[in-house]
C-alpha cells in the first residue's frame, strides 16, 4: 500500500520500481500478432468465419476453393490488424520522443545529462523554466527564494491557469549546492490515479534538520506532463515513475460501448445463424436421403459402397459451407468504415466549430455515431454547459442594503460607488473579503495592467469586481498579499487557506494584516453552509431573503463572512491542522473537522450574486430537441430555485399555465416519500390528459433518499416525467441518474464540461463533452466533445440521424445481398441432386462479397435523406430514429423477402433462358451472377434518397468494373472462366436475360415502394416530398434539387409549410432563414432575452 | 502525454470547408411522383412488348425436331440395364422421322439427355484440367478419382468420371437412302481446341478398368481432336441438357424423311434418363427458347397493368404529395 522512496540514494530502489520508460504502446513486436489475433477472435462473427474457412480446407467438403473465405477473412484481419498496427506504431512514436528527451539528474552528486526513461525513483530532477515534467516529482527547491513555482496542468486536467507549487517546509532554505547531496525517506501511497491527493510525509536525514515527519500535499508535487512557467529552475525527487505515475494511472482503456444498432445486428445474425442451420440441417437430410434413393443409382458418380464413418455428415457440412455466405463477411469491414465516415464528418463539420475559440467539434469514439440519433435521454450539467461560465458579478447585498437592484449592475450602481470611495466600513470589509479569500494569482503584465489566473470563475468574478470597486489586488508574493485601496497600499500575510472543497461548500483564508498584526479569518462560500455558522445574536434573515431574490433570479450567490481571530486561539488550531494536514488517512475529513473548529462565529458582510449567462442558443436548442421527443434531465449543483429558474429560461420547462413544476423535497425518509407519492399522483394525472408539461424537481437529499429506498416510484416517476430538474447533487449521483434511465432501457446522452461531470459522461450511452472553461477533463472523458451546447441539435438532428439512418441500410443491405446469392445457391442444389455443388465459381464468390456488392453500397454514407433544414424544422422526426423504425426485424424481414424474391427471378430466368444446348456451367453461373449484380444496383439506385457525383460513380461504375474484372479473369487461359465472358457478352440473348431480370425484379419493387410511397407514406417520405416539391423550402434552398415545372401544378406550392409551423411560437422567424442567423440575432438580445421572450 | 499535445493542436485547428466534408455535394434527389413511376411502368412495357414479340418470333422461326429413343430401341424386358451393359448384344436401332418445315443449314444435331446430373458435385470435381493441357501433369489425378489411375497405378488420361462417362451413342443420317453427312468438325468450342485440349497429349490407359464407363477414345489421336470429348466435358448446369452431336451443312427440305441409325450404347436405364436425338436450327436468340418471349410479355403486360391502375388511382383517388396534414404530429397536439 505504501512506497518508500529514498532520496538521491543510487543504490536502492532501482530494482524495486519500474524505470520511467513510458509505453502507450498495447502491443509489441513479439505479441503483436497473436495478441491481435486473440483479441479478433474474441468476435463470435470472427469465429464463426474461422471456422468456416478451416472447413473449407477439408476438400472433401468445400464447394469452392477455400481462398472464396481465407481471401475476405484474411483481408479483413489485415485492414484491421494493420490500422492497430499503426495506431500502436504512433504511439510507439511518442513514447520514443518522451523517453529518449534529455533530462538533467544528480547521480552521485553531481548534474548528468541522461535520457528521461532513465530517470529511477529517489533520483533528484532538475528542470528549467518550459521543460515538461518528465515524471512525477516531489518539488525539493526552486529558483523562488519563498519555494514557489508555477506549473501549467493543461495536459494533466486541462486547466489552463498557472498553478502554485511550493517546496515542502522542511526544505525551505536549503542551497542549491547541498540540494545535491540532500538525503532523506518519502512515504507516500502506492501509485494511484488521484491527481487531486498526494497524501504523503517526509524525513530528511542528519544533516539536513532533524528527524522530524512533514506533511506532504499535492501542492508539494510537480507531475508528469505538467509545465514549469515563471519559474528560472525548479528540482524535485521522482516518487512515480514511468506509467506509474498519475497521468499514467490515469490512462485507462475505456470500455468499448456497443451502439443499440450493434445490438440489434448481432441480433438479426444471431437470428439468421439459426435460419442457416436449420436450412443446412434441412438440406443435409435431403442431401442424403436423394444420395441413398437416387444418387447410387448414377453409375457415372461411382458411390462408393461403403462410405467412412463420417459420410452421413459430408453433405450437411457442404451445405453449411455453400451457405457460410449468408452471413456477409463484409459487413464489419463496411460498417467500420462507415463509422469512421461519420466520426469524421463531425470532426470536419465547420457549422459545428466554436466562433469564439475555434474549437472544432470531435468524435473521440468513432463507433456510436449511430446512437446519437437514438437518443431518448439528454441529462445536462447546467454551469458551464448551459451557461457561458463567464461569471460577472452582478448584484450584492451589504449589511441589509442592496446595491445594484436598479441599474442591474452593482458594478455601476452609483451608491455601492460612493460608499467604496468614502470608506463605508462594512462595504470595505466586503471588498476585502472578495479581495483576499481566494486563490487567484495576479499576473501584471509589462504594460503595467494587472491580470488574474483563477481556478474558480467565480473568485475571478469578485476580484475583478472589487478591483474596480477600487480594492485592488496587486501582487501575491508567496504568502504576502499586496491590496490598493484607493491608491493606499496595505499588505496581509495568509497564514492558511482552508481548500474549498464540494463537501464543504466554503473556503476561508487566515491572514494577518501586516501593520497591525492582527489575525482574520474571511470565509466564503454557499449560503446554506455559512448562515449556519453566525454568531449567536446576527440577523440573517435579510441575507436569507437576498439569496432568495438572486436565486429567483438565476444569479449565483456566495455568503461572505469574517471572524477576529485571538493569536493564542490560531496558534492552538494551526498545530492540529498541521496534524490533520499530515494524515496518510482520511485526510480530507480530517482537515475538514479542523477547519470546522475556526469557522465558526462569523459575521455575515453580505451576498454577492454572480450572474452566468446562458449560452447563445440554448432555449433554442432545447426546445428543439424536445420536439424531437428527448427528455431534458437537469443536474446541477446550483440551488432549487436558481435551478427552476435556469430551468424555465431555458425552455426546460413552459411557463406556469401550460408548465407546472412539481418539488420533491424532505429531510427524512417519510416526508420524501409523501412527496414522492403526491408527485407521483399529480404526474400520473396529467401524463394521461397529456396536455400538460410536467417537470419534477428534486434535491440531492431526497434524491439520495428516493434512489435508495423508492427506488420503484422514483423509476415509474423518472419514466413518466418528460423532465427533471436534480440540484445540490453530487457526481456520483449523477452517475446513479444515468444508470437509472439506462436500466430503464433508455439511451442516455450526458453533457457536462468539468471534472465533476466525468463519471456522468463515462456512464451514458453517450457522453458529450464541452471543452470549456472548466477544462477539457469531461471533453477528455468524453466520446465526443462539442465547444457549445448548441451543437448538440446539430449533433443530434443531423450527424446522429443521418449514421443511424445510413447504418440501418447498409446493414440490412448487406444481408440483402449476401441472401440473394445465397438462395441461389440453395436453390441451384435442388437441380443438382442436392450433391453441395456451388454453381459460382471462387473468383465470383469472393468479388461478389468484397468487391461487387461492397463498393457501390458503401457510397450510400453520404446518402441523406432530407436535408438538414427540413430535419431542423420538424425535428419531431427523430422519433423513427429513435424507436428503430428503420432498423428492426420487420424491416430486416422486409429485406429478407425481397432478396428471396429476386434469387428466384435471377434462378428462374436464368435455368429457361440458359436451357439446353446453352447449359454450360460456367456461363450459367455468369449469367446468374450478371443478373445479381444488375439487380443490386438498381436496389441500391432505388434505396438511395440524394445521389450525389459519388453514388452515380459507384453504382454504374462498379457494373462497368463488374464486367472490366471478368473480362480480364476471362482472358487468362488457365482459369476456368477463360472466354466465358467474352462468349457472354457477343450473345444478343445475354443482354436481353439481364434486362429481363431487372425488369422482372424490380418493377414489383417499384410498384410497391410507389403504392406505399404515395398511399402510406412513412413520416420521412411525407417530409421528403414537401420537401423536394413544396415551393418555400425550395425557394431559399441551398443546394436544393430544381423543382420538377411538370409537377409544380398539381402540388399546392403555397401554405404547405403554414400548418407544420403554426405549432412553435418562433416559426415565423425560424422560417426566415437559417439556423445561425437565429443564434446571431440571439447574442445581440440582453443576456435574459429569452426569457422575456417567452413571458410575452 | 506528448499524444495530448497533438490532439489538443488538432482540436484547435479550424476544419477546412469543402463540399465533401460538409456533405453538401450537390445531389440529384428524386421521389417517386406518380407521374415519374407511371412513365418508368409504362416505358417498360411498350419497351419489353416489342422485345418479347421479337423473341417469340426468333424462337418460332427455329425448326425442331425432337426424338425420344431410349425407350424404344431397347427390347421390352426387364433386363434394361443388363441389355446395355453387355457388349456382344446388337443396339443398332433404326428411327425414321419427317422433317416439319425447310431446314436452312447449317443444322444442328444434338443429344439430350433428361435427368442426368451432370452438376452433381462428385461429378464436376472430377476432372484435372491440368493434366489436359500440360504434357508434364500427366501424373495429376488426385483430383480424378475415383478414376485418376488404373488398377496398377498408372495415370489415366484424360482422368475423372466426366471423361469416364463419356457419350457414346451414335448417329447416322439418311436423307431418301443416301446418306446425310454429318460434320463433326468445330463443334467443340474453340478456346477449348486452343487453350484446354493439349495437341500433345494422347488418351492413355483410358477406359482400360474393370468398370467400363461411357465411351472409348481412340489413342492414336491428340486430345485437341477429340471434339466429342471437349463438348462432353463442357458440364451442363442443368439435369437436362443438349450437346451438339455435329452439323448438316446442307438445307433440309420440309417432308423430307429422315432415317436415324442410331447405336444406343449409352446406359441412362440404370437411373431412368431419358435420351434424345435433337435436330434444329438456331436464330440469333439461340434454339427454340419461348420462355424470354413469353416472359418479356408477361413482364411488359404487367407494367402496363400497374401504369394504367396507378392513373386511375391518380385520376380518381387523388393524394396530393407532402400533405403536411399527413404528419402525426400535426394530426394531434402530443407526441406519439
Known sequence: MKRYVYINDDNLAKDIYCDNRISNRKYTILNFLPKNLWEQFSRFMNQYFLLIACLQLWSLITPVNPASTWGPLILIFAVSSSKEAWDDYNRYLLDKKANEKEIWIVRQGIRKLIQAQDICIGNIVWLRENDEVPCDLLLLGTADPQGFCYVETAALDGETDLKTRSIPSACMGIDVDLLHKIKGVIECPSPNKDIRRFDANMRLFPPFLDNDIFPLTIKNTLLQSCYLRNTEWACGVAVYTGNQTKLGMCRGIAEPKLTAVDAMIDKLTGAVFVFQIVVVIVLGIAGNVFKDKQGRKLWYVQYPKEGPWYELLVIPLRFELLCSIMIPISIKVSLDLAKSLYAKFIDWDVEMVDPETGIRSNAANQAISEDLGQVEYILTDKTGTLTENKMIFKRCCISGRFYGNESGDALTDAQLLNAASTGSADVILFLKVMAICNTVIPVRSKSGTISYKALSQDEEALVCASARLRMVLENKNGNILDINFNASPMQYEVLDTLEFTSDRKRMSVVVRECQSGELFILSKGADETILPLTYSGQQVRTFAEAVEQYAQMGLRTLCLAWRKLEEDEYQEWTSMFKEANSTLVDRERRVAEVCQRLERDFEILGVAAIEDRLQEGVPETIEILRKAGINFWMLTGDKMSTAIQIALSCNFVSPEPKGQILIIDGKTEDEVCRSLDRVLLTTRITESESKQDVAFVVDGWALEIALKHYRKPFTELAILSRTAICCRVTPSQKAQLVELLKLCDYRTLAIGDGGNDVRMIQQADIGVGISGREGLQAARAADYSIGKFRFLKRLILVHGRYSYNRTAFLSQYSFYKSFLICFIQIFFSFISGVSGTSLFNTVSLMAYNVFYTSVPVLFSVLDKDLSERTVMQHPQILFDCQSGRLLNPSTFAGWFGRSLFHAIVVFVITIHSYAFEKSVMEEVAMVAVSGCIWLQAFVVALETNSFTIFQHLAIWGNLVGFYAINWIVSSIPTSGMYTIMFRLCEQPSYWITMILIVATGMCPVLALKYLRYTYRPSRINLLQQSERLGGPILSSGIIEPKSRSSLDKDIPTDSVYEPLLSESPSATRRSAGPTQRLDSVQSQSPPHSTHTRKDN | ?336
Open chain 2, 1 to 336: 502525454m506528448s499524444s495530448d499535445d497533438g490532439s489538443s493542436k488538432k482540436v484547435s485547428r479550424k476544419p477546412r470547408y469543402s463540399r465533401f466534408t460538409q456533405q453538401e455535394l450537390p445531389a440529384c434527389k428524386p421521389i417517386l411522383t406518380p407521374a415519374l413511376v407511371i412513365g418508368i411502368l409504362m416505358c417498360l412495357g411498350i419497351i419489353s412488348i416489342p422485345i418479347g414479340l421479337l423473341a417469340l418470333s426468333a424462337s418460332k422461326n427455329v425448326v425442331e425436331v425432337v426424338d425420344r429413343y431410349d425407350d424404344v430401341c431397347i427390347p421390352s424386358t426387364d433386363q434394361k440395364v443388363g441389355f446395355i451393359k453387355d457388349p456382344a448384344t446388337n443396339k443398332t436401332c433404326i428411327r425414321t422421322f419427317t422433317i416439319p418445315k425447310k431446314m436452312r443449314k447449317p443444322v444442328y444435331v444434338y443429344y439430350q439427355l433428361d435427368n442426368f446430373y451432370q452438376n452433381h458435385r462428385r461429378y464436376v470435381k472430377s476432372r484435372s484440367d491440368r493434366q489436359l493441357w500440360n504434357p508434364k501433369a500427366e501424373s495429376s489425378t488426385t483430383v480424378c478419382d475415383p478414376e485418376g489411375q488404373t488398377g496398377d497405378g498408372k495415370p489415366i488420361v484424360p482422368c475423372g468420371l466426366i471423361a469416364w462417362s463419356l457419350f457414346n451413342d451414335t448417329y447416322m443420317l439418311s436423307k431418301n437412302d443416301a446418306a446425310l453427312q454429318i460434320n463433326k468438325k468445330d463443334i467443340a468450342w474453340r478456346s477449348d481446341r486452343t487453350h484446354k485440349f493439349s495437341s500433345n497429349i494422347y488418351p492413355k490407359n483410358f477406359q482400360n478398368g474393370t468398370l467400363i464407363g461411357g465411351g472409348k477414345l481412340d489413342e492414336s489421336i491428340p486430345l485437341s481432336q477429340q471434339e466429342d470429348l471437349m463438348v462432353w466435358m463442357r458440364t451442363s448446369a442443368l439435369p437436362t441438357f443438349r450437346k451438339l452431336y455435329g452439323k448438316i451443312e446442307t438445307d433440309l427440305e420440309a417432308n423430307e424423311k429422315i432415317t436415324v441409325t442410331i447405336q444406343n450404347n449409352y446406359n441412362t436405364y440404370s437411373f431412368n434418363g431419358k435420351k434424345k436425338l435433337v435436330i434444329s436450327t438456331a436464330t440469333w436468340i439461340g434454339g427454340k427458347n419461348d420462355f424470354i418471349g413469353k416472359m418479356y410479355m408477361a413482364v411488359g403486360g404487367t407494367s402496363i397493368v400497374l401504369g394504367v391502375i396507378f392513373s386511375l388511382l391518380y385520376v380518381f383517388k387523388p393524394r396530393p404529395l407532402g400533405d403536411p396534414s399527413y404528419l402525426s404530429w400535426n394530426k394531434s397536439p402530443t407526441l406519439d
